[in-house]
């Protein structure tokens, strides 16, 4: 590969080789299914498609929280599909998100099903729903999705700038490396200010902006995902964020909630597929091994 200083962009830009690194053969420049496969669905009222990425734990964490409030209607299944493999690239995917991003939601609870993509839309969707983690006092409920969105203009620098560069690219460019890496301190500094101060992300109470926020910037901080980050970027030192995570790690919804869709780390942590409340104690991947 050329020296990035070496590389003058075309006139007009057009798609002539795999664009290398770790996802070079899921990425495209057009939209739309590559092939027919409908979606399966299940008994309950939720359908979700997803994998336990930090915007797919998002949701599966919400759902979690919700069952633990006691909302029956909130029960789901949960559907694995593997974003390596291709699968958001199905005709029946496709047809839930056209944008062929993991997680989907199909709700069959009422005499129409209704779609709903993008993570944060998710969110809101079933806190309106259900009537939860979302407060209703105006002032609180535009900090809670101000902080939601917040979360979701930011995490791309993490995730396709930071975590790209460091973690994913066929090759080290300091250039990217370092761009990025100052991008995400400056927002976990953000975040480990407004910690200094709150109990939670939007204040004293539990809500979607603390789901939401969780999994990209808690699994930082705990060194779950690129490899070295966590050593990187001084994530011990950001002492309020670490209290945060570790007081949400606690909460057993979310602890189940991080294990649906799993397909990495501990066997009894990964539960692929999620169709009952049982199936945390007689699923996990340890478990279906175990009885070939």
Known sequence: MADSSEYVPPK???????????????????????????????????QLYSLATPNGVKVTVMLEELLALGHRGAE??????RITEGD???SGFVAVNPNSKIPAL????????????????????????FGAF??????????CLSWLFWQMASAPFVGGGFGHFYAYAPSKIEYAID??????????????????????????????????????????????????AAEFLGLQDYKHLQRWVDMLLERPALQRGRMVNRTTGELSSQLHERHDATDFETRTADKLQSTG
């Open 12 to 46: 007009v830009w057009t798609w002539s080789k795999p664009s290398g690194g770790t996802f070079a053969n899921i990425n495209r420049p057009i939209s739309g299914a590559t092939h027919e496969k409908e979606l399966p669905v299940g008994r309950h009222p939720l």
């Open 76 to 81: 789901y299944d949960a559907w694995l599909i």
């Open 106 to 129: 199909v709700d069959r609870s009422g005499p129409k099903p209704i779609r709903v993509f993008e993570s944060g839309s998710i969110l809101v969707y079933l806190a309106e729903k």
């Open 179 to 228: 761009r990025f890496t100052m991008e995400v301190k400056r927002q976990l500094d953000v975040l480990d200010r407004r910690l200094a101060a709150n109990r939670y992300i939007a204040g004293d109470t539990y809500t979607i902006a603390d789901m939401a926020i969780f999994p990209w910037y808690g699994g930082l901080a705990k060194g779950w995902f690129y490899g070295t």
């Open 88 to 90: 958001q690239f199905g």
């Open 134 to 143: 979302l407060p209703k006092e105006q002032a609180a409920r535009a900090e």
